[in-house]
């Protein structure tokens, strides 16, 4: 059984960088054809899908976001990453990582963690 | 962008209920529509993958239909586990979007 579980700073000053990790367990990040993915989910407010990094490497990232996140990975230690920088109020929300399926299975997210409440604030 | 629309965003149902969930879609999105239900604390759980495919373990009173831009959840039987909020989601485009929700309450 795949599990994701995400880690990090629960409060982050404004303008400064915002790091989680996702380990998961059951299975490796570099097998199989799966996107490694981030969502976000502001309180009240719905999901938003942040980006995702294929097992071979490559990423897309929700243009609204681009250019302040970086999803990478240590297989090393079976985990993937986000840094989403200069970081506003905004930013509040619950962060999820979950597993996405090839395209082939219609990229459903098949796995997700129990998500990480990160705060922005002074 | 293609823009996911639930209705409703709320809902009151009891135990028993047949609940029916609509997603419109903006665009097409083929077979690439999912939903999902999710508890407060908990992870969001797969119930319904590429329109109708039930996922392993997910009991058979969950049902997805549709096609193009329209589709429905249904629930046959509610359940007191069921009561929880329930999101589409498409992966069609790269950018892949989710419903608003549907809360389902008591």
């Known amino acids: 059984q795949v599990q994701l579980q995400e880690s990090g700073p629960g409060l982050v000053k404004p303008l400064e960088t915002l790091s989680l990790t996702c380990t998961v367990s059951g299975g490796s990040i570099s097998g199989g054809s799966y996107f490694w993915t981030w969502v976000r989910q502001p309180a009240g407010k719905g999901l938003e899908w942040i980006g995702r990094?294929?097992?071979?490497?490559?990423?897309n990232y929700n243009p609204s976001l681009k250019s302040r996140v970086t999803i990478s990975t240590d297989t090393s230690k079976n985990q993937f990453s986000l840094r989403l920088n200069s970081v506003t109020a905004a930013d509040t929300a619950v962060y999820y990582c979950a597993r996405c399926r090839s395209n082939n299975d219609f990229a459903s997210f098949d796995y997700w963690g129990q998500g990480s409440l990160v705060t922005v604030s002074s | 962008d293609i823009q996911m629309t639930q209705s409703p965003s709320s809902l009151s149902a009891s135990v028993g209920d047949r609940v029916t969930i609509t997603c419109r879609a903006s665009?097409?999105?083929?077979?690439?529509l999912h939903w999902y239900q999710h508890k407060p604390g908990i992870a969001p759980k797969l119930l319904v993958s590429a329109v109708s495919t039930l996922e392993s373990g997910v009991p058979s009173r969950f049902s997805g239909s549709g096609s193009g831009t329209d589709f429905t959840l249904t629930i046959n039987g509610l359940q007191p586990e069921d009561f929880a909020t329930y999101y589409c989601?498409?992966?069609?485009?790269?950018?892949?979007?989710f419903g608003q929700g549907t809360k389902v309450e008591i």
């Open positions: 990094i294929y097992t071979g490497g490559s990423t």
């Open positions: 989601q498409q992966t069609y485009s790269a950018l892949c979007t």
């Open positions: 665009d097409t999105v083929s077979r690439y």
